[in-house]
């Protein structure tokens, strides 16, 4: 099963859709808040590059926000990293 990393905020729409995408696959995924937390913002910068949410890692893998990971399925490319 592969490691699934979210960083979330909670006003955030697309936080939301990829929580319903990942719970549709069945997966489970460890979510970060970064709402009242500079030091996983910062975090989540630094490894992401980005400073939108959500940001998604698999196995340490940047996946990128919610588009880029709809994009993934769409192509048949996401269930392979979450069956990883």
Known sequence: MPRILVYTTQS??????????????????EEIPIDDNPEQRQSMIERS???T????????????????MAELDSF?????????
Do not use: M, S, W
């Open 49 to 51: 590059g980005r400073h």
């Open 76 to 84: 048949g490319e996401l269930d392979p990293l979450l069956e990883a």
């Open 53 to 68: 949410v959500p940001q998604i890692f698999i196995n340490e893998r940047h996946i990128g926000g919610y588009d880029d």
């Open 12 to 29: 955030c729409p697309y936080c939301d859709r990829a929580r319903r995408l990942l719970k549709r696959k069945g997966v489970t995924f």
